[in-house]
């Protein structure tokens, strides 16, 4: 096992529980608040065993995942724009449960739950399907247009289930105020996405052509 890696991603997943946890317990002025550990979990325990079977089978891409450094300044905007989105839904999610603002069924938590999930189950079929999939824009050494699976869908699947993800982890919470903060995420991730085609199209071969056969960006039928 490369204790390097592990050392690294194990510090980086115990620093985002921290974190998150902060964000969302701080703010709610308690820890006996259910919809918060209800995220917690659906988030933490399915991304430390896939970080757990990455570590073991892929490492290099454990790796590229573990890299946000960003080379292009419009993506480190992209990065800050995030940030500053999701410290807002947490931290609204939160007060909304320690205030009683607008009090979503919990039943709708738990559908909202249940479409993470099969959005973390997508998320691991685009890894296994793109072993180039990297949470930087670049191109790397002989990397090849992946047009199969998801890919043949839509060209940029990770998106479509971070989409999914993203807007999820809200509902879970309860906050209907704070999906409405995550609603940015799509104007965000559009300016990312267009940065990232120009990359491609100037750098990997053959996705200019991609771009032809396959329409939607993101949600088929749709964008």
Sequence with gaps: ??????????????????????????????????????????????????GLFMLIKCPELLEKRL?????????????????????AAFVIAGLNYRFGWIVMPLWVSYAAAAVFLFAYILY????????????TVEVQENQKVIDTGLYGIVRHP???????????????LGS???FLITLIYIPIIGKRIRN??????????GYAEYKKRVKYKVIPFIW
């Design 67 to 87: 890299n946000v450094k960003e080379e292009q300044n419009e993506q480190k905007m992209v990065i800050i724009m995030s940030a500053i989105m999701f410290i």
């Design 176 to 178: 209907i105020i704070s």
């Design 1 to 50: 096992m490369n204790m390097r890696l592990f050392t690294k991603a194990i510090t980086k997943f115990v620093v985002g529980v921290l974190i998150i946890g902060a964000l969302i317990f701080i703010p709610a002025g308690t820890f006996f608040f259910f919809r918060g550990w209800l995220l917690m979990g659906i988030l933490f325990v399915p991304m430390f065993f896939a």
């Design 196 to 205: 990232e085609e120009k990359v491609l199209e100037e750098g990997l071969e």
């Design 158 to 172: 990770m998106y479509m289930t971070t989409f999914l993800l993203f807007l999820s982890m809200p509902i879970v």
């Design 124 to 135: 691991a079929e685009v890894l296994r399907e793109n072993a180039y999939l990297s949470r």
